[in-house]
């Protein structure tokens, strides 16, 4: 079961710019298609860089044009557990894409020695390879297998697990419930940190709010500490540098929310210091990448979770969840 973010998110355009939008995405080039068991794979190219698709919804790229290159921008808050947690060694990704961030990860940090990367879909591991440019190496390892099976049976303990699970635009439900976040605490170090990309309306503090509202209540029930990166940088950039809107849509946004089950020390003073300790070489990256604007958007508001539910996956088998998902989120 797949939970979409237009369930309760309406993207509104600034005038003129749903039709500068519609220019962007008509100006792409089909490179390669392929029918896998899960989706229609396309590889298009524009103005912009080149981009992985399921059906007709982005799902992963490379962005190379005015000034921006290297992930789509969302992806660079994955980055900043560097920041927090100094020995990071062991890292594990659900869901590949098209593999540019195990790259940006390894330029990063010269003492991480295992990236294990776990991707249900080989059509997915082939086109990265052919298309994106990802390398299989000593450190990193691409396991052909469903992501929540995968961690039921892991007996490595991770220090950074990042979850980043999409399908035809869509959220699979079984990679947002409590029992999953279980499983996945299990087999994170004690200081680990998880990272997840999860969508939500622009006023996080919205009542219409109520999937994000409840994925956060569901984090909160699991690990100790929840830090919020709404991708307000992130997605300023893509609209606005990226695909040259006059500004980023309202209503959806991405969020990369972390967990851990551990005390977080978390301010941008101490990102701060902290970015100190790299070499040289990778300050220069972390530069060229504008890693102090995406540290600044760290959420220190209050985000009210009592008037909904924590998932289950007990709830999938409810017909009446899925037929009406948002009120049956609701407490009151």
Known sequence: MLIYPDIEV?????????????????????LFSIESDFNEIKIVENKAGKFMKFNDAYQAGIVDY??????????????????????????LIL??????????????????NCIDIVEIDDKVINISKDWFGFEENEKTKVHLQDARVFVRNSKKKYDLIILDIFSN???????MTEEFLEEISKIL???GLIGANIFSHSKIDSEKNIIFKSMLKTYQNVYKEILIFPSMYGDERFYTDIIELS?????????????????????????????????ADKVEMLKLIGIDNYLQDLY???????SV?????EYEKDKSFEKNILNYLKTG
């Open 95 to 112: 869901g590949l894409g098209s593999g540019r961030l195990v790259k940006d990860i390894l330029s990063v940090s010269n003492i991480v």
């Open 169 to 175: 635009d869509g959220m699979p439900y079984r990679f």
């Open 10 to 30: 309406e993207t509104s355009f600034a005038k003129g710019d749903e039709e500068l939008f519609e220019k962007f995405l008509n100006s792409e080039k089909e």
């Open 189 to 191: 170090s004690k200081r």
């Open 300 to 306: 220190n508001g209050i985000i009210n979770v009592k």
């Open 309 to 313: 539910k924590i998932l289950k996956d």
């Open 247 to 279: 500004q980023k849509p309202e209503g959806l946004i991405n969020i990369i929310l972390f967990a851990s089950k551990s005390k977080l020390q978390a301010s941008y003073s101490y990102f701060e210091k902290n970015i100190n300790v790299f070499d």
């Open 66 to 91: 005015n000034g921006c290159s290297g992930n789509l921008p969302h992806m660079n808050y994955f980055l900043i557990p560097f920041f927090m947690n100094l020995n990071i060694k062991n890292v």
